[in-house]
């Protein structure tokens, strides 16, 4: 069974390149959130989307969008990168959009900005 | 009111003890509490979570304490080994909030 994966795992950019970051979710999951770790840090919220929707969104600009397809797998996309996006950024996978349903994350795709 | 405050930021141990990572919070709608082990490179993975309405879990080594009135939750890790070297994260959650909302942190170093 495989777990939740993400594509790329690294990914150099220029400020005020675009990036899309992909995921797919453990199998039998419907629900993908996503996070940023920023070095040393814990992972913060980005938002969450479930039933192809985003259900909530963290403290993030407009800059930050998502896309969830039938198949429940997920897009992160980010406009106008700024060095401050240069972060890990995770997927998390969870069956059902609850805070309490277990949340499973994946490698994660290393985004440096130059 | 939405932290978690997690401490010591690092810590070092010798083979065999018992790290002890503690967190606190402030939001009383919390009622789900992970922790998450992340090795460098890697996605966090979850240890242990645990729900209000117990006062400690175990699983293997891993022991989560939890105290409702003072709002605080701790990790322990029993007989503790070098491949325990990680950096462990405190999280918290309630039923409506979708997100979990994680600690800053804790880098472990256990010592052979």
């Known amino acids: 069974d495989a777990g939740v994966t993400q594509s790329p795992t690294h990914l150099i950019k220029t400020r005020g390149q675009q990036v899309t970051l992909r995921c797919s979710p453990k199998s039998g999951h419907d629900t993908v959130s996503w996070y940023q770790q920023a070095l040393g840090q814990g992972p913060q919220f980005i938002f969450q989307y479930y039933e192809e929707e985003e259900r909530q969104r963290g403290n993030f600009p407009d800059r930050f969008s998502g896309h969830q397809f039938p198949n429940y797998s997920s897009e992160l996309n980010v406009n106008a990168l700024l060095l401050g996006d240069s972060a890990l950024y995770l997927c998390?996978?969870?069956?059902?959009?609850?805070?309490?349903?277990?949340?499973?994350f994946g490698p994660g795709t290393r985004l440096t900005v130059l | 009111q939405q932290q978690v405050k997690q401490s010591p930021q690092s810590l070092i141990v010798q083979k065999g003890g018992i790290p002890i990572i503690n967190c606190a919070y402030e939001n009383t709608a919390f009622d789900y509490f992970p922790w998450y082990q992340q090795f460098p490179g890697k996605g966090p993975a979850l240890l242990i979570a645990?729900?209000?309405?117990?006062s400690e879990k175990k699983e293997g080594r891993f022991t989560i304490s939890f105290n409702k009135s003072a709002k605080q939750f701790s990790l322990h890790i029993m007989d503790s080994q070098p491949g325990d070297s990680a950096t462990y994260f405190c999280a918290a959650s309630y039923e409506g909030a979708q997100k979990l909302v994680f600690g800053q942190g804790t880098r472990l170093t256990i010592n052979p």
């Open positions: 645990i729900r209000p309405d117990v």
């Open positions: 998390a996978s969870s069956r059902g959009a609850s805070g309490t349903d277990t949340q499973y």
